[in-house]
Nanobody
Framework: QVHLVESGGGVVHPGGSLRLSCAASGFTDFTFSSYAMNWYRQAPGREREFVAAITRVGDNTIYADSVKGRFTISRDNAKDMMYLQMNNLKLEDTGVYYC?????????WGQGTQVTVSS
């Protein structure tokens, strides 16, 4: 079973930047490059929402409208890592950020990392 660990969260002022990382491990039959990867987030009192996605080889990305132009998703298949560069952070970006790995309609989730944007 794929094991995912997010890191890089913290407290930042509006307009600041953070870089989240997602470390993947536990691969048995398939390698990291066999999984499409996503970032989701959940703000206090709100439902979990999609943030960004990247294809298995990183040749295509998708973003939620709310983060387009500010966030960049990337991956390093040689290191079994995925990243989310977040720039120009806004108060509404506050939440727990989760990475997921998807293959054959099965999605594995990490435990999340807290991002707090506060003035």
């Amino acid at each position: 079973q794929v094991h995912l660990v997010e890191s890089g969260g913290g407290v930042v002022h509006p307009g600041g930047s953070l870089r989240l990382s997602c470390a993947a491990s536990g691969f048995t039959d398939f390698t990291f490059s066999s999984y499409a990867m996503n970032w989701y987030r959940q703000a206090p009192g709100r439902e979990r929402e999609f943030v960004a996605a990247i294809t298995r080889v990183g040749d295509n990305t998708i973003y939620a409208d709310s983060v387009k132009g500010r966030f960049t998703i990337s991956r390093d298949n040689a290191k079994d890592m995925m990243y989310l560069q977040m720039n120009n952070l806004k108060l509404e970006d506050t939440g727990v950020y989760y990475c997921t790995a998807v293959r054959d309609s099965r999605e594995s989730w990490g435990q999340g990392t807290q991002v707090t944007v506060s003035s």
